[in-house]
């Protein structure tokens, strides 16, 4: 039910891919399921697109903490940047 879910709202908004852990669930999808990882290799190889870990945490309180590979902190609330 979860996956034809995400199948209908991807049919409805155009999407390109879906992506997912389990993309064996979407084989009869006519929108083509890929992992994260399948999804940041496409991106790489097809529009030459790189990308950054970034490591960070959330507080009880919703502070968010970025933790960068060189240790510099930088710290924001969620409503900074929710909408």
């Known amino acids: 039910m979860e996956d034809a879910c995400a ?6 908004i155009n999407a390109d891919f879906i992506i997912t852990r389990d993309a ?3 084989k009869s999808s006519r929108i083509q399921a890929l992992s994260a990882s ?8 097809e529009h030459e697109l790189t990308y950054k870990e ?7 309180d919703d502070d968010i903490t970025l933790h960068e ?5 930088v710290n924001c609330r969620v409503e900074d940047w929710r909408d």
């Open 7 to 12: 199948v209908i709202c991807a049919e409805k």
């Open 69 to 73: 590979p060189t240790q510099k902190r």
């Open 24 to 26: 064996d669930g979407f």
């Open 38 to 45: 399948d999804y940041f290799t496409y991106l790489v190889n």
């Open 54 to 60: 970034l490591f960070f945490s959330i507080s009880n």
